[in-house]
């Protein structure tokens, strides 16, 4: 994406949401906006619907667990088919209540990827329709993308210290 | 080119057992006869999930051929097969559905666990990935690999073949069998 449609880009969003802008950066020419929560369901509709933007494809949608920052931030990516531009929309989550709004109403295709998000890291999607896991076992107790959680397989006997000398 | 014919050795379908021969008849124990047959014909239940499924075809393929030992016949219904072999990764959430599976087959049956996956977890050492379907199941015979060769799978069967021809009629009634299957909590 050209430098100037980046800052057009910027200025159609601030128009209206300038107060919920955190943070402008373009990350290998990747132009990611740092959002507060409280809009982002709403500021998701108004770039599908402004005829300038038209994001109206959900590439993605994910979490990153930052230990270090106490935070869970979502990551949703767009992209406009039209003129082939891409964003990438960030939001920063406290990790002990990491709520917020869902964007089923703009995508529903965001509908599993929100169920995955919260499969894996807690995140509660507020008014999704169908918010349960979808990947791991219904019984499981923990979210294993968060980084607080062992990577391996707790009850595995076969690696213990006593065989391999660690 | 000439061919010799006192080198060329016999070979049967199935061995025959130890016994009493005379003219007319062949006595031999009942263990022995239904050892034998069942050996010969045990129908195997592929639960394929992964790489070692696909070596698994090849051990069907004409090339290894599983046939030869009388496991041509597959069974994708748990209620018909004699053999229940595991190949590849059960992840924590195909647990139940492998085990209603092997619970599904007729008395008297034998699990297969094929490659380090089924056996172990293999690489999988994961929060999602049942650590050896042996947690859940009880296991007759380990494969190595990963994947094993068709060889080594072929290898398996014939072990549990062993185990089929020489198990006691009586095992699947007696008090340590029952008591092997309540620490899986089975039945």
């Known amino acids: ?166 | 080119m000439e061919t010799s014919t006192s080198n060329i050795k016999t070979y049967t379908m199935a061995e025959k057992p130890e016994g009493y021969e005379g003219a007319g008849f062949f006595a031999t124990s009942l263990d022995k006869v239904v050892g034998l047959a069942r050996k010969n014909s045990i129908w195997p239940l592929p639960f394929a999930t992964s790489c070692c499924g696909i070596e698994f075809m090849a051990t069907m393929g004409a090339h290894y051929d599983l046939a030869r030992f009388g496991s041509e016949r597959l069974s994708f219904s748990p209620r018909q097969a004699d053999l229940l072999m595991v190949m590849g990764t059960i992840a924590k959430k195909m647990g139940p559905i492998l085990r209603q599976v092997y619970e599904q087959m007729a008395e008297p049956r034998w699990v297969l666990s094929v490659g380090a996956c089924a056996s172990s977890g293999g690489i999988f050492d994961t929060y999602s990935v049942l650590q050896g379907i042996d947690r859940i199941i009880p296991v007759d015979v380990y494969v190595p690999g990963c994947p094993p060769r068709p060889e080594q799978i072929i290898d398996g069967v014939m072990k549990i073949q062993h185990l089929v021809e020489t198990e006691s009629l009586r095992r699947r009634d007696s008090a340590e069998y029952k008591a092997m299957l309540n620490k899986y909590g089975i039945e």
């Open chain 1, 1 to 166: 994406m050209e430098v100037t449609e980046q800052e057009r880009l910027v200025a159609i969003l601030k128009e209206r949401y300038d107060d919920q802008v955190e943070k402008v950066e373009t990350i290998q020419e990747f132009l990611t906006l740092t959002l507060k929560k409280e809009n982002i369901a709403d500021i998701i509709q108004y770039l599908y619907h402004h005829p300038e933007t038209k994001f109206q494809f959900l590439t993605t949608l994910f979490a990153v667990h930052y230990p270090d920052l106490n935070q869970i931030a979502i990551v949703y990516q767009l992209h406009n088919l039209v003129s082939n531009q891409r964003l990438r929309l960030k939001v920063y989550l406290p990790i002990e209540n990491p709520t917020i709004k869902t964007i089923t109403t703009v995508f529903a295709g965001a509908n599993w990827m929100e169920r995955e998000t919260y499969d894996f890291f807690g995140v509660n999607f507020e008014g999704h329709p169908d918010l349960r896991r979808i990947l791991n076992v219904e019984d499981m107790i923990i979210f294993p993308l968060r980084k607080e959680y062992p990577l391996e397989d707790q009850t595995r006997e076969d690696k213990s210290d006593k065989m391999f000398g660690r």
